[in-house]
C-alpha cells in the first residue's frame, strides 16, 4: 500500500445532489487501508448545508477556516 499524503474530506448531510455516504464509505476506507500507518485522514461533515457544503456566510466562512488551517497545519508538519 501506497503513502497518501494528510487529506481532509469534507461533506454535507443535507447535500441534495451527492449524498454524503459517499465521503462516509471513501473515508472508512481510508482509514482502514492507513491502520498503523503515519497516514492522516481527517473527516468533518457539517450538519446543515446543502451541494455547497455551508447554508450561510458563517457556514462557509468556518469551512474556508477549517480548510486552511488544515492546509497550515500539513505545510508546517512538511518543513520540520
Same mark, same amino acid.
Given at each position: 500500500?501506497?503513502?497518501?499524503?494528510?487529506? !481532509?474530506?469534507?461533506?454535507?448531510?443535507? $447535500?441534495?445532489?451527492? #449524498?454524503?455516504? #459517499?465521503?462516509?464509505?471513501?473515508? =472508512?476506507? !481510508?482509514?482502514?487501508?492507513? =491502520? $498503523? =500507518?503515519? &497516514?492522516?485522514? /481527517?473527516?468533518?461533515?457539517?450538519?446543515? +448545508?446543502? #451541494?455547497?457544503?455551508?447554508?450561510?456566510?458563517?457556514?462557509?466562512?468556518?469551512?474556508?477556516?477549517?480548510?486552511? $488551517? /488544515?492546509? &497550515?497545519?500539513? !505545510?508546517? =508538519? +512538511?518543513?520540520?
Amino acid at each position: 500500500v501506497e503513502k497518501y499524503p494528510p487529506m !481532509l474530506v469534507t461533506t454535507s448531510t443535507r $447535500d441534495d445532489r451527492v #449524498h454524503p455516504g #459517499h465521503a462516509r464509505k471513501m473515508v =472508512k476506507k !481510508l482509514w482502514d487501508m492507513g =491502520k $498503523d =500507518k503515519d &497516514w492522516p485522514v /481527517f473527516y468533518y461533515e457539517n450538519v446543515e +448545508g446543502g #451541494h455547497g457544503g455551508a447554508a450561510n456566510a458563517k457556514q462557509s466562512s468556518f469551512m474556508t477556516s477549517l480548510a486552511y $488551517d /488544515f492546509m &497550515w497545519e500539513t !505545510l508546517q =508538519k +512538511g518543513r520540520e
